[in-house]
């Protein structure tokens, strides 16, 4: 990587047909106004990573090709809105890290073709009601750590080609009725890390493409019936870090296409049977670091398709020996740091795919031989920090892996 600190003026002058330029990752505090000026072919510019104390006004103003512009940090300097007043074919735009504490309302007047727009990790606090109307082929909005607590919702509205928004690590409180109607294309919605407390039944109402949901680090504390109802290809949702204690038995009931659920970090004291009843599709199911001290029989009844299991950090002091009978599919099972004292015999039946159980961190005082039987693709078992005094004869027979 280089290090350069200034650039020549007219360096660039006999790159007439240069089409992409990546000056990322210098200590350049200072450009010549006209230092682009004859790069009239220019499509991508990226001056990411720099230190420039200003922006001069003119420094894009020759770029009319320009579609492709990367500001992240590049040092404390204003929003850059002359700079950007003749990019009319802008279509990505990157200003993470600009360390601007404002938005001009006309900031994106004349990029009307932007597909992609991150503001990531400025401190704007709020965004001008009418910034987003015009942007209305944007696919991509990142707005993440922004101090924001509030957003126009109905400027949002517009943006019915988005497919992907970040509004994490911000201030907001609330999401209202219908908030995402209008975005009917979006695919990846991410609000984890604000200070949501409740959601309404119809927050997520006409996002039928979305595919991924992260609500985690929040203070959600219950879930409304009906909340997920409408998200039928749903692969990957994200709770997890939020005061949940109960959940509805329905909650899940539509999330067919359901791949990935984290619930962890919550304050889960017990699963309805049933509650994950319809997950067909299900390969990953956190629980971990809750607060529940068993699992009802048929809690997991017809997840055919879990390959991993988080249970660890939980109250768990008894098993049912047929609660894992129908995730034959399992390759990962985590039970550690809880109060097991005994593993019913026949837990572990039918488990052939199983490669990783862990048990360690319990009370476990004994195990009943033959146990791990069926656990034929097993390389990995933990143990430690239980009250085994002896293991029962023959109890790894036939069995290839690694023991901790």
Not at 268 to 280: D, K, M, N, Q
């Amino acid at each position: 990587m280089l290090h350069l600190r200034s650039v020549p003026q007219q360096l660039f002058q006999n790159l007439p047909n240069l089409e992409h330029l990546d000056l990322n990752g210098n200590d350049l505090t200072y450009l010549p106004q006209t230092e682009f000026s004859t790069l009239l072919r220019l499509k991508s510019l990226n001056l990411q990573g720099n230190q420039f104390s200003y922006v001069p006004t003119k420094i894009l103003g020759g770029l009319i090709m320009l579609e492709t512009l990367d500001m992240s940090n590049i040092g404390h300097v204003r929003f850059p809105t002359a700079a950007l007043a003749g990019l009319d074919r802008l279509k990505s735009l990157k200003l993470v890290y600009y360390q601007f504490h404002s938005l001009p309302a006309d900031a994106f007047d004349r990029q009307k073709d932007l597909i992609e727009l991150d503001l990531s990790f400025n401190e704007f606090y709020s965004v001008p009601e009418g910034l987003l109307t015009k942007l209305t082929k944007l696919q991509n909005l990142k707005m993440r750590e922004c101090g924001l607590t509030n957003i126009p919702w109905d400027d949002l509205a517009h943006l019915q080609n988005l497919k992907n928004l970040d509004i994490s690590y911000n201030n907001l409180t609330s999401l209202p009725s219908i908030a995402f109607s209008t975005l009917t294309d979006l695919e990846e919605l991410d609000i984890v890390g604000n200070d949501l407390s409740s959601l309404n039944s119809d927050t997520f109402g006409g996002l039928t493409k979305l595919r991924v949901l992260n609500l985690g680090v929040n203070k959600l504390e219950e879930l409304p019936e009906g909340v997920f109802s409408g998200l039928t290809n749903l692969t990957l949702l994200v709770l997890s870090s939020n005061k949940l204690k109960t959940l509805n038995k329905r909650i899940f009931y539509k999330l067919s296409n359901l791949e990935h659920l984290d619930l962890q970090d919550n304050e889960l004291t017990s699963l309805p049977v049933g509650v994950f009843g319809g997950l067909y599709n299900l390969k990953t199911l956190l629980l971990a670091r809750n607060e529940m001290t068993t699992i009802e029989p048929g809690t997991f009844a017809g997840l055919h398709s879990v390959r991993s299991l988080g249970f660890y950090r939980n109250r768990l002091s008894h098993l049912p020996p047929d609660v894992f009978a129908d995730m034959k599919t399992l390759q990962s099972l985590w039970l550690s740091d809880n109060e097991l004292t005994d593993i019913p015999e026949g837990l572990f039946k039918g488990l052939t795919d199983l490669q990783a159980l862990s048990l360690t961190r319990n009370k476990l005082k004994a195990l009943k031989p033959g146990l791990f039987k069926d656990l034929a693709s097993l390389d990995g078992l933990y143990l430690s920090f239980n009250q085994l005094t002896e293991l029962p004869k023959g109890l790894f027979s036939g069995m290839a892996f690694t023991f901790q």
